[in-house]
């Protein structure tokens, strides 16, 4: 039954590589001789940096050179102590209390204490201010300042996974002086207590960082760290070949094995907590229904993605979260079958398929446009015709994060997404894509998924510190999404960076981010 599918996508594997020849030929980045300079070409443009605001990774990789957090989710996934040195929670659960680094101080020279954590978190959950970063901590109730260098967030409930939620984007804390003096502006004028410092941010071009001459850790060691977005594969790793640049993320699986045996290239891959799925608008017909949903998840062999697109740098979901993170429960697959799959079209009223629309980012971590062009095929011979839309990556955020009327006005059918799992755990990741309360644009469930058993199972979840009572939950939770298929579940992914082999020192995180702390070239 694979034979046609695959046959289908080496037509449009060809037809791919003469675009991509194409766009190699076009493309001429400016080179750059300072052997002092870090030049890191990314897949996605930087959107804004501050964090309160910045969900997209682009923004991400810069801001984790200018910022910290409290605590930081480490390379092996475990939780590290990064702006705090300590942290504790009272016997109700409600309280935790972080213990802060002392001597610390912003890139402007602003003291780091508790009162500087507490300015950040207020604007931060604002409801006037309607910060995107917002919704993650929707279950801290305030902010106070116990001492100066003890700060203490007060939940509305108990929230088991609350220290591996301030691991999150939003918690990358602001300088208040800087976000005092610039206002509206201060996304153009970033400070935080990182090693790094802003310099400059030209857009769709490249942002520019400095060393921290006062770090704490010991000022970095190059001279600039250079953002370059590139959206075209191939023309990011003629940079990497030419050293135009010395770091390059998301190298293609060909590329890849090319690149292995290149004496002046070292490929690194990074377990990744990521994913990639392509969630359907339940609240839209034909979506609604849940035959229609499961079939399309019968309809699409994910296997030809990962072993003939992705050549094995991927894998099939095999859950609604990646089989990395904690509180994972594998479910039986959706195997191949594009027969079961109009069967159950037929019996949903769709025996002649339908027509919908395929939103795709037009880059990101992991993101190969011959993926969605291999599902459209797939889903055509099911009936199914699907018109890709692809957008920007600012473009593609401001689009999904509407609400459900927005939703509808704008034509939003299906959207390949990526799913992050930044706090490394299963619970809080169910909850911001799957839960009612976290409907677009409050958290990541943006194609509006309403179920109230799992939002209870979930509830109870996130309020469970009994590691065995809380996996139980969870499974149960993942097992009834699984089944409700509001999503077709696509692949789990590595994270394939091309680095310059006299480029020491990178440190890699879980969360598919780089650290340019102690890079030498």
Not at 148 to 170: I, N, Q, S
Not at 328 to 357: I, R, T
Not at 374 to 391: S, Y
Not at 510 to 515: D, V
Request: net charge neutral; hydrophobic share 45%.
């Amino acid at each position: 039954m694979r034979m046609p599918t695959k046959n289908i996508w080496t037509i449009c594997k060809a037809l791919l590589v003469l675009v991509a020849a194409s766009a190699m030929v076009a493309y001429a980045p400016e080179a750059s001789a300072d052997s002092g300079r870090i030049v890191y070409a990314i897949d996605v443009d930087i959107s804004n940096l501050d964090t309160v605001n910045s969900i997209d990774p682009g923004s991400a990789a810069v801001n984790q050179q200018i910022y910290e957090p409290l605590v930081r989710m480490s390379s092996t996934g475990d939780i590290e102590a990064a702006l705090a040195e300590s942290w504790s929670v009272s016997s109700d659960n409600l309280t935790w209390s972080f213990n802060l680094k002392k001597g610390v101080k912003f890139q402007d020279g602003t003291a780091f204490d508790a009162a500087a954590v507490k300015a950040h978190f207020d604007r931060l959950l604002d409801p006037k201010k309607a910060a995107r970063a917002r919704g993650a901590f929707a279950m801290v109730k305030k902010v106070d300042v116990a001492s100066t260098y003890t700060v203490k967030f007060t939940l509305t409930e108990p929230y088991a996974p609350f220290l591996a939620v301030m691991t999150d984007l939003g918690g990358l804390i602001c300088s208040p002086t800087a976000v005092k003096k610039w206002g509206d502006d201060y996304p153009f004028h970033p400070v935080g207590t990182g090693p790094w410092m802003f310099k400059e941010w030209m857009a769709a071009d490249h942002t520019t960082l400095t060393p921290n001459p006062n770090y704490r850790g010991g000022k970095p060691k190059i001279s600039e760290l250079v953002f370059k977005p590139v959206s075209e594969p191939s023309a990011r790793v003629i940079m990497l070949e030419t050293g135009q640049a010395d770091v390059a993320n998301s190298i293609m699986p060909d590329e890849m094995k090319r690149l292995e045996r290149s004496k002046d290239i070292t490929i690194n891959k990074v377990s990744v907590l990521r994913g990639w799925f392509i969630g359907l608008n339940v609240l839209e017909k034909p979506f609604d229904d849940v035959r229609v949903r499961r079939a399309l998840n019968y309809a699409v062999d994910v296997s030809v993605i990962t072993d003939e697109i992705l050549r094995g740098t991927a894998k099939p979901l095999t859950a609604p979260v990646n089989s990395k993170v904690w509180g994972y429960a594998g479910q039986p697959d959706y195997e191949y079958d594009p027969a079961k799959a109009k069967k159950l079209l037929a019996e949903a009223g769709y025996a002649k398929g339908f027509e919908a629309n395929l939103w795709v980012p037009a880059s990101g971590a992991g993101f190969m446009p011959e993926v969605p062009q291999a599902i459209q095929a797939m889903l055509a011979e099911v009936g199914v015709k699907v018109k890709i839309i692809p957008f920007e990556m600012s473009a593609f955020i401001d689009n999904i994060i509407k609400d459900p009327a927005e939703s509808k006005k704008s034509g939003k059918h299906m959207v390949m997404m990526g799913i992050g799992a930044r706090t490394g755990e299963a619970a809080t990741i169910m909850d911001e894509f799957f839960s009612t309360g976290s409907w677009a644009p409050v958290k990541y469930n943006r194609c509006f998924y309403s179920n109230k058993t799992v939002d209870g199972l979930l509830a109870k979840a996130l309020q469970t510190f009994d590691q065995t009572k809380q996996r139980a939950l969870l499974a149960e939770a993942q097992e009834m999404v699984w089944n409700d298929a509001p999503w077709i579940f696509l692949y789990e992914m590595m994270g394939i960076y091309g680095v310059r082999s006299n480029v020491k020192g990178l440190q890699w995180l879980a969360s598919n981010y780089i650290l340019f702390n102690t890079v030498q070239k």
